[in-house]
């Protein structure tokens, strides 16, 4: 059974995902990459965060900020490399 700190990490990463998601748009392939980039996010922050022993508003062994700044980070990066660019030509 997983520790309830790591079902409420889940849960957070998944709502950053989700409201992401809410917020940009997107197909249901797009929706599964913003989750899986939020989840990714959210523990690469928190190995960040215990690495650096950042503990801004800690819950237990949860370093809440530096988890949702990485899952934030990722997010805005799928996002910049998942947008569709519009490719202006010159008429010449």
């Known amino acids: 059974m997983p520790s309830p700190i790591f079902v409420f990490a889940f849960v957070v990463a998944t709502l ?37 022993d950042i503990a801004i508003y800690s819950i237990g062994e949860l370093r809440i900020v530096p988890a949702i ?12 490399f998942t947008s569709e660019r519009r490719q202006s030509r010159s008429s010449r």
């Open 16 to 52: 950053i995902g989700a409201i992401f998601h809410f917020i940009f748009g997107g197909d249901a392939r797009r929706m599964a990459l913003f989750l899986l980039a939020g989840w990714i996010g959210f523990a690469l922050g928190q190995a960040v965060g215990r690495s650096f």
């Open 69 to 80: 700044a990485g899952a934030l980070l990722t997010l805005f990066a799928v996002l910049i």
